[in-house]
C-alpha cells in the first residue's frame, strides 16, 4: 500500500492533469508531472500516469465528441505522432532526453512570444500537411520523452483559428491515439510493481472530477481568452521543459 502523502499528492497531480484535459483537451500533463515526481522517480511517476492518461481519454469522450474534432487535422496529427512516439522510444536509450527538452522549450517560447508580440489575437491560417508531419513527429517524440507532446501539437493547431471546442476536442482525440499508443512503452520501462497499481486505482476517482470542472472552465471561457489561456500555458509548459532540461546539466 502506498503512505497516505504519496497518495496525497499522486491524487493532486491525476487531478490537475484531468482538470487541464477538461479545460483545454490536453497535452499539458507536464504541469502535474512535477508533483508525481515529488513522491516518485520520473519513470515511476510516467508508469503511474500512462494508465491514467486512458482513464482521461475514455471520460472526456463524453464531452469531447466526434462532432468536435477536426478530422483533416486528426487524420494529419496522429499518424506523424505515433512515428514520434517510436522514435522518442528510440531516443530514450540513445540521446540525451534533457537535450530534446530543451530544444522544443526553446521553439515553443519563440512560438508563444511572436503569437503575443503580433497582439494576441486569433486569427485563422491555412493548414498545412508538411507542418502537420513535423509537429506531429515532435510532439509523439516529446510525449515519450517528458509526457509533454502538448507544445508540439499546439503549435500547429492553434494559428489554425479553430473554434474553440474545435480546438480542444481535436486535441482531446489526438491525445487519445497517443496515449494508448505510449501506455505499452511506458509500461516496459516503469515496470509498476502492486503497490504502484494500487495507488493508481485509488487515484481513479479523481479522473472525472478533474475532467468536469476542467469543462466546466472551458464553457466559461470566451473564444479569446481560451487562445490566451492556451499560449499562456506553452509559456509555462515551455519554462518547465527549459528548467528541467537545463537543471539536468548543472
Known amino acids: 500500500m502506498p503512505d497516505l502523502a504519496t497518495l496525497a499528492v499522486a491524487a493532486l497531480g491525476v487531478f490537475l492533469i484531468a482538470f487541464m484535459r477538461g479545460a483545454f483537451g490536453g497535452g499539458f500533463a507536464i504541469i502535474g508531472i512535477p508533483l508525481l515526481s515529488l513522491v516518485l522517480d520520473p519513470i515511476s511517476a510516467g508508469a503511474v ?31 506523424a505522432s505515433l512515428v514520434g512516439i517510436a522514435l522518442g522510444f528510440l531516443l530514450m536509450r540513445a540521446l540525451d ?3 530534446i527538452a530543451i530544444a522544443i522549450a526553446l521553439v515553443t517560447l519563440l512560438f508563444a512570444a511572436h503569437w503575443f ?19 506531429g513527429t515532435a510532439g509523439g517524440v516529446t510525449t515519450m520523452v517528458a509526457h509533454s507532446g502538448g507544445p508540439p501539437i499546439a503549435m500547429y493547431l492553434l494559428p489554425l483559428g479553430l473554434p474553440k471546442a474545435v480546438y480542444a476536442g481535436t486535441t482531446s482525440i489526438v491525445f487519445t491515439a497517443i496515449n494508448l499508443a505510449k501506455t505499452g512503452p511506458w509500461l516496459a520501462l516503469g515496470r509498476p510493481d502492486r503497490a504502484m497499481w494500487v495507488l493508481m486505482a485509488l487515484s481513479l476517482p479523481m479522473v472525472p472530477l478533474g ?27 515551455a519554462a518547465k521543459l527549459l528548467g528541467d532540461g537545463v537543471r539536468g546539466f548543472l
Open 117 to 135: 508580440a503580433g497582439g494576441g489575437t486569433p486569427q485563422a491560417r491555412p493548414r498545412s500537411t508538411a507542418k502537420a508531419l513535423v509537429w
Open 211 to 237: 475532467i468536469h470542472a476542467g469543462w466546466l472552465l472551458h464553457e466559461r471561457l470566451d473564444q479569446r481568452r481560451m487562445y490566451r489561456a492556451c499560449y499562456g500555458l506553452l509559456v509555462v509548459t
Open 97 to 99: 532526453p534533457r537535450l
Open 49 to 79: 500516469l500512462a494508465p491514467m492518461f486512458i482513464a482521461m481519454d475514455v471520460v472526456a469522450l463524453r464531452y469531447w465528441t466526434p462532432g468536435t474534432w477536426s478530422m483533416p487535422d486528426v487524420v494529419r496529427l496522429v499518424p
